[in-house]
């Protein structure tokens, strides 16, 4: 999995051992805003350790971003680092860093401009604008307009300008033309990670995407297994804002209808990363869906933790956060990705469509 690494420093000395963390190096592929690269530390071999010699260790800290909800959906944001357990294919595993505090957002909106959305677009728009001007100083936003494989444009890279990010949502247009869902959401995943690739633990911010859609995907190069793929090996949260139900709800007596099957799909992209998909009634819906996506984004639990499994075998691993019970038995159910795939074990798919800026 593509994931921030940890370096282990022990320090020997007279007095005892000290341990703290750092960041390791890492080399960044090409981005629409591309980091440098950092120079790997080379440390001095030596027979023997001194009382001044650094040992570094490569390990690996998954991170985890959890919203806590009660039956009712509320979000519940109260909640400290011994209520929470966190099982990889069901084995418990030591919590090594947690923060409830709001963490900054680096997130993609990503609007369907195909013509199936033709009708929304106007309100899409000022849904998106109630996102920027939501943001944080710290917040970063990309916006990506996208129809066809060869039709998914970076309108906006990441920026903290909402003058330029509210242009960018008003030259949004509908076009003709087949649309290729996995792809844009492939390649947006892509640029996210890549933008955060490199940074310092301390320097990194919660990652995410706003997909906004029919759902319906007709000219995708990337399959769904190839998509899921990549999810696991990111740490993007996906929130969709899906208008299925133009879609044919007729379904033959195997298969299901184009309603089912492009509800199913968003409602798998949100569930595997942690997000949430919401399927509004009518676009009047959006601005207030857009103001509690935003908050939700801001208001979650940062949990990380170095798996006791620490094979580097490329194979998936399933991951669950339990919250135990509140006062008189108050439910609370935590919500994060679905698992991760471990280091090693192949690269993904080489992209063929490439997004235009």
Same mark, same amino acid.
């Given at each position: 999995?593509?994931?921030?690494?940890?370096?282990?420093?022990?320090?020997?000395?007279?007095?005892?051992?000290?341990?703290?963390?750092?960041?390791?190096?890492?080399?960044?592929?090409?981005?629409?805003?591309?980091?440098?690269?950092?120079?790997?530390?080379?440390?001095?071999?030596?027979?023997?350790?001194?009382?001044?010699?650094?040992?570094?260790?490569?390990?690996?800290?998954?991170?985890?971003?959890?919203?806590?909800?009660?039956?009712?959906?509320?979000?519940?944001?109260?909640?400290?680092?011994?209520?929470?357990?966190?099982?990889?294919?069901?084995?418990?595993?030591?919590?090594?860093?947690?923060?409830?505090?709001?963490?900054?957002?680096?997130?993609?909106?990503?609007?369907?401009?195909?013509?199936?959305?033709?009708?929304?677009?106007?309100?899409?728009?000022?849904?998106?604008?109630?996102?920027?001007?939501?943001?944080?100083?710290?917040?970063?936003?990309?916006?990506?307009?996208?129809?066809?494989?060869?039709?998914?444009?970076?309108?906006?890279?990441?920026?903290?300008?909402?003058?330029?990010?509210?242009?960018?949502?008003?030259?949004?247009?509908?076009?003709?033309?087949?649309?290729?869902?996995?792809?844009?959401?492939?390649?947006?995943?892509?640029?996210?990670?890549? *933008?955060?690739? +490199?940074?310092?633990? =301390?320097?990194? #911010?919660?990652?995410?995407? $706003?997909?906004?859609? !029919?759902? @319906?995907?007709?000219?995708?190069?990337?399959?769904?297994?190839?998509?899921?793929?990549?999810?696991?090996?990111?740490?993007?949260?996906? *929130?969709?804002? +899906?208008?299925?139900? =133009?879609?044919? #709800?007729?379904?033959?007596? $195997?298969?299901?209808? !184009?309603? @089912?099957?492009?509800?199913?799909?968003?409602?798998?992209?949100?569930?595997?990363?942690?997000?949430?998909?919401?399927?509004?009634?009518?676009?009047?819906?959006?601005?207030?869906?857009?103001?509690?996506?935003?908050?939700?984004?801001?208001?979650?639990?940062?949990?990380?933790?170095?798996?006791?499994?620490?094979?580097?075998?490329?194979?998936?691993?399933?991951?669950?956060?339990?919250?135990?019970?509140?006062?008189?038995?108050?439910?609370?159910?935590?919500?994060?990705?679905?698992?991760?795939?471990?280091?090693?074990?192949?690269?993904?798919?080489?992209?063929?469509?490439?997004?235009?800026?």
């Amino acid at each position: 999995m593509k994931r921030t690494a940890f370096i282990i420093s022990a320090v020997i000395a007279a007095a005892g051992l000290f341990v703290s963390f750092k960041s390791s190096a890492q080399t960044a592929k090409p981005s629409p805003t591309p980091m440098p690269a950092m120079t790997p530390a080379k440390p001095t071999p030596s027979p023997s350790p001194t009382p001044e010699e650094v040992i570094r260790i490569d390990t690996e800290l998954v991170n985890l971003d959890v919203r806590v909800v009660d039956r009712n959906n509320r979000p519940i944001n109260t909640l400290q680092e011994k209520d929470f357990k966190v099982l990889e294919d069901g084995v418990v595993q030591q919590i090594d860093f947690f923060s409830k505090s709001e963490v900054p957002t680096n997130y993609g909106l990503v609007v369907d401009n195909s013509g199936s959305l033709r009708q929304q677009l106007d309100k899409v728009i000022d849904a998106g604008k109630v996102f920027v001007n939501s943001n944080r100083p710290d917040d970063e936003t990309m916006i990506i307009r996208f129809v066809g494989k060869e039709k998914i444009e970076i309108e906006q890279p990441f920026t903290q300008n909402k003058v330029d990010l509210n242009d960018a949502l008003d030259n949004l247009f509908i076009e003709g033309g087949a649309t290729a869902i996995r792809d844009a959401v492939y390649l947006a995943v892509e640029n996210i990670s890549e *933008y955060e690739r +490199g940074k310092s633990f =301390e320097d990194k #911010k919660r990652r995410a995407l $706003i997909l906004v859609t !029919d759902g @319906e995907d007709r000219n995708s190069y990337y399959t769904e297994k190839m998509l899921f793929d990549l999810l696991r090996e990111s740490e993007v949260q996906i *929130y969709v804002i +899906g208008f299925v139900d =133009e879609l044919s #709800k007729q379904g033959g007596f $195997i298969s299901k209808s !184009d309603h @089912e099957k492009a509800k199913d799909f968003l409602e798998r992209l949100a569930s595997e990363t942690g997000g949430k998909a919401y399927f509004p009634k009518s676009a009047a819906d959006l601005p207030n869906l857009a103001r509690e996506i935003s908050s939700e984004l801001r208001t979650q639990y940062s949990i990380g933790y170095i798996p006791s499994n620490d094979r580097k075998d490329g194979t998936y691993r399933a991951i669950k956060v339990s919250v135990a019970d509140g006062p008189n038995a108050q439910k609370r159910i935590a919500v994060t990705r679905a698992g991760r795939k471990a280091e090693g074990g192949g690269t993904a798919a080489t992209p063929s469509p490439t997004p235009k800026q």
